[in-house]
């Protein structure tokens, strides 16, 4: 009778159950043990998971600018660089490519060293170079400055859903991952924003052989929260859940109950955990301290081929794969059709200033503009600003300005976007885990498919705050989703995989642009709606949730 009441105690809140296991320990065994996700229960829930999940947001805050910071500074940076449209390109490969490079190196790292010490190094190098880059005084420089941008912050693009997920007990996980979420998106509203204030500015420092001016200005501020977050990052703990997969449960224990007093105000002799059960899923070096340079090398070796075993088990192996392919079609719709919409908004409103009272389609639009491209036709200058299509020959100045549009139709899309994050949040522990995936990726399927049929920049809008909405919606649960399925030792190889197959499909969609447009504009708008679609078939695949 004692147990069933204790395990109905259990269930109304972690308060009572914290008061409940005290007392019921009364009777002579206070040293009781516990494995990790019972012991992370007894925190409850609380101060410490509030700032955690600030500071995460915040480090998806300074991810999401460093990703979109391209599309606000490449305009400006044209006439200071001399850049072709070939080396725009290159530019956002530059630092795609780096992201890709990177994703295996820091999950591995993280699996071995920790995931607190890999987000600390990279937001702090990344840091540097986003300043350091604003120095730029060619188009190779700024090319090498953006990959190794790509390079750094890959880490914690990867890793904030691990080092957030292994903090929550599985009935918060899910929810915080998708909550978290909303600072990415938020990123993407408050970097137009930032830009409209700051792009405009004529202010021009001349040293050294470099005008230093607001396009290089912005990327320096993109530099300073990320140093902030590595400085809070600081006066926060490694993942308890990675020292027990350690073995160091000791470590973890004590971590546990910091956590307890913070968000319970309790005194930690109060914790009802004293011996925290290890996972002995790997041991990896206690003495790394001792070890030479070599036996650190031959060690993380070791950890490496210990993971590619333990992912190529089944039925790891099978999920990985399928996780890895849904992200890789997520990625291919999220970049390969939101990468274009800057330059399509442009093209309408240009258009319909022109020719008021006149329709439309993307595609008509775009033949007009590759005949326009291949005459002698000048520029048509509207307002003193934009011009329509901007090919000058070389007698005619450069001529670096971006419609305000640009700017309102960007905040407008990731305004809308923050009630996907909302939304996935509020339903993450309410529905099936894959619910959620298969419906937004097979609605923002149908959406990717719309954009073949607008006729006008207000449809556009529409059409692609939707598409928007629910492609990143998709993104971030099918994260949580990962950090959900994966055990601990390769959780963060698991994650840092599927975001290089996301980063090459955000490669292949944007080369497939770029070769397919020239070709037909048809295939490339069908191309990202059919590959979105099966991207939400796959996922009746994952698995459903452990009862």
């Given amino acids: 009778m004692t147990t069933t009441k204790t395990t109905s105690k259990l269930k109304i809140n972690d308060v ?81 490519v780096g992201g890709v490079i990177s994703s295996v190196f820091w999950g591995i790292f993280a699996d071995a060293y ?21 120095f730029s005084r060619s188009f190779n420089s700024l090319l090498i400055f ?33 909550y978290v979420g909303f600072f990415w998106t938020l990123s993407w509203l408050i970097l137009p924003g930032l830009a409209w204030i700051i792009i405009p500015l004529t202010i021009t420092i001349e040293f050294n052989g470099i005008s230093y001016n607001s396009w290089r200005l912005l990327l320096a501020l993109i530099g300073l929260p990320t140093f902030f977050v ?28 910091k956590i307890y007093v913070i968000n319970t105000g309790e005194s930690e002799e109060n914790y009802p955990v004293k011996v925290l059960l290890s996972e002995n899923t790997m041991n990896t070096r206690k003495e790394g ?47 390969g059709l939101g990468l274009w919409l800057p330059e ?47 090919l000058m020959n070389e007698t005619e100045k450069c001529v670096s300005t971006m419609d ?3 700017f309102t139709n960007a905040l407008t899309i990731n305004a809308v976007c923050l009630l996907g994050n909302i939304a996935s949040g509020y339903f993450a522990n309410r529905v099936g885990r894959r619910t959620i995936p298969v419906i937004t990726m097979l609605t923002a ?38 950090v959900d399925i994966f055990p601990t030792h390769v959780g963060a190889v698991a994650i840092c995989m599927m975001t290089c197959f996301g980063r090459i499909g955000a490669i292949a969609s944007n080369l497939a642009f770029g070769m397919l447009l020239d070709i037909s504009c048809e295939v490339p708008i069908f191309l990202v709606g059919s590959i979105v679609i099966a991207g939400g078939i796959l996922g009746f695949l994952l698995p459903l949730k452990n009862s």
């Fill in 230 to 257: 590595a400085l809070v990052t600081l006066t926060y703990p490694e993942s308890p859940k990675f020292l027990v997969s350690q073995g160091k449960t000791e470590e973890a224990l004590r971590i546990l109950k």
């Fill in 289 to 335: 301290s001792s070890l030479s340079a070599f036996g650190l090398f031959t060690v993380l070796l070791k950890n490496i081929w210990s993971q590619i075993r333990s992912i190529s088990s089944l039925p790891l192996l099978k999920y990985a794969i399928l996780c890895w392919t849904i992200y890789f079609t997520n990625m291919f719709g999220y970049y």
């Fill in 344 to 390: 399509l908004f442009n093209r309408f409103e240009i258009y319909q200033k022109l020719h008021p009272n006149a329709t439309i389609t993307v595609c008509e639009l775009i033949r007009k503009t590759e005949i326009l491209n291949h005459t002698s036709i000048k520029p048509t200058t509207l307002n003193e600003s934009v011009i329509l299509f901007p």
């Fill in 445 to 482: 399927g149908v959406f990717g498919f719309a954009t073949y049929f607008v006729k006008s920049s207000l449809q556009i809008l529409v059409v692609t705050c939707l598409f928007s909405l629910t492609i990143a919606t998709a993104n971030f649960v099918i994260g949580s989703v990962v």
């Fill in 114 to 134: 920790g995931r607190r010490n890999v987000l600390l190094v990279t937001f702090m190098v990344d840091s540097v170079f986003s300043i350091i880059s604003s």
């Fill in 146 to 178: 953006r990959a190794i941008n790509g390079f750094t912050i890959g880490a914690p693009g990867s890793l904030i859903y691990t080092y957030l997920g292994e903090f929550q007990s599985e009935k918060y996980r899910s929810k915080s991952i998708c």
């Fill in 16 to 96: 009572n159950l914290l008061t409940y296991a005290i007392s019921d320990n009364s009777n002579g065994s206070k040293e009781g043990s516990a494995d990790f996700e019972k012991a992370v229960r007894y925190c409850g829930y609380g101060r410490f998971h509030y700032g955690l999940m600030l500071l995460c947001g915040m480090m998806f805050l300074s991810v999401g600018f460093q990703n979109s910071i391209n599309a606000y500074i490449l305009p400006s940076a044209e006439c200071d660089l001399n850049l072709s449209s070939a080396d725009k390109g290159l530019l956002n490969v530059g630092f795609l």
């Fill in 404 to 406: 305000e549009k640009v």
